[in-house]
């Protein structure tokens, strides 16, 4: 059903500003500067563009309401940053204190050396850490005799990690880690869909710890694994300015008439040869194609008209929502040597906070000399109440949760608070079968694709891969014997969201 109108510019309109949806415009320009005839119209309907991408400046300090973090293992998002010209930005963390700790009771437990994902691969580092108990490291064991899982459908992280490697390691090792990614409810959260690589492991290995531990082996170089062997720290990276960065810089390459804000979207509607765009306002666009690049149920609402039952799949996909605290010290008044990129708190803690990163530690100039800047994180699927309370009572809640944790007693000189309501889609048990069934009905309207965190993968690169992906596709279908060099196929395999990074910390 596509649409061909010789070398006439085809009408393109990308519904929502925020990462996703920048990226599809930015594609589609880059494709009308390769001789693609076509034409992008981006329609926000806030006064900025970004989406929880944020970042301010106070007091010579760089302040990221969001995300702060890019995953340069995956290739989407430094690619898009070195077509922009700004490869010279990109700065990695710092090359010291590479661990993250986890709280239990009063104290900070790092993660022993040589800790990959959810297990260990070196003894006698995790034989010392004071994480788990000795009934807990002892279950650990277990996996590296426990038969294979059979083989199924789909199964949740929580179940996945309880039967290989014990419930202790799932309340103090995955549902942290895990809640420092997803904001999600590990007894939900699709395994498939996350973290597929887990479940290769143990088809190939039997045990997760060998297959971990061979993996590191297998690595030239790596026959003993560095300090930061945990999460891949390595593998870190943001802009020196901030993530706003990555952002300005897309704006100020669209055309000046490519970008409309304050432009809500009503609905969308097919025409006979063409989609409507139905505003607010009560006027109409005229697209040959559309982007959908806005959260899953504003996508459900916008197709709400047109498709029964693509708008009831995605409705089914769940939301947490998060809040960011930015907490600025004068570096005396934190008892804690900061030795480490931040700490994660399991949900069994009780606490508000969920964790926390030592921003000023992880990268550089985040803070002036002699200051240190905190990142405290509360919500999520396990723990929505403090996204609801007033400022001061989750300021007073995040205060005394560092003073035990960090042993603050002072104030912090200023804080900033940013609320992102239902801003992370839940992965749930079925979703890759559910984004199997939301595919088949997009087959109907093969000019409309959808974009954003809510669908393969929840950090910035993942989302950045759809808007590029959407647009190469649609571009696919509307010039079909121009667009032969575009990807245009939609990714079918698991999310691999955020192995091991995009974390919180």
Known sequence: MAIDRGDDPKRIVVVGGGIAGLAAAYRLHERRQGGLPCRALLLEAGPRLGGVIGTTYRDDFILEAGPDTLFTDKPWAVDLIKRLGLSDRLIGTSGVHRRTFVALGSALHPLPEGFALLAPTR???????????????????????LPRGQSGPDESLASFVRRRLGTEALQRLAQPMIGGIYSADPERLSLRATFPQLLQMEAQHRSLILGLRRRRLSVPGKG????????????????????????DALVERLPADTVRLGCPVAGIAREETCWAVRLKDGTDLKADGVILAVPAFQAAALTHDLDGDLTQELEAIPYASSVTINLAYRREAIPHPLDGFGFVVPACEGRTIIACSFSSVKFANRAPAGHALLRAFAGGALQPEPFEWDDERLLTAVHRD???????????????????????????VGHLARLATVERQLGRWPTLKLAGNAYRGVGVPDAIHSGETAADALLAELTPTRGEGCATVTPTEPAGACAEGDSLL
Do not use: C
């Open 402 to 428: 560092l003073q035990e944790l960090l042993g603050i007693d002072t104030a912090p000189l200023w804080s900033q608070i940013a609320r992102h309501p239902r801003s992370m889609p839940q992965y749930h």
């Open 224 to 247: 003993q694994a560095p300090a930061d062997s945990g999460p891949r720290y390595s593998l870190f990276a943001t802009l020196d300015n901030g993530l706003q960065t990555l952002v």
């Open 123 to 145: 003894l006698r580092p995790f034989v010392r850490s004071g994480l788990l108990t000795w009934r807990g490291k002892a279950r650990m064991a277990l996996d590296l005799v």
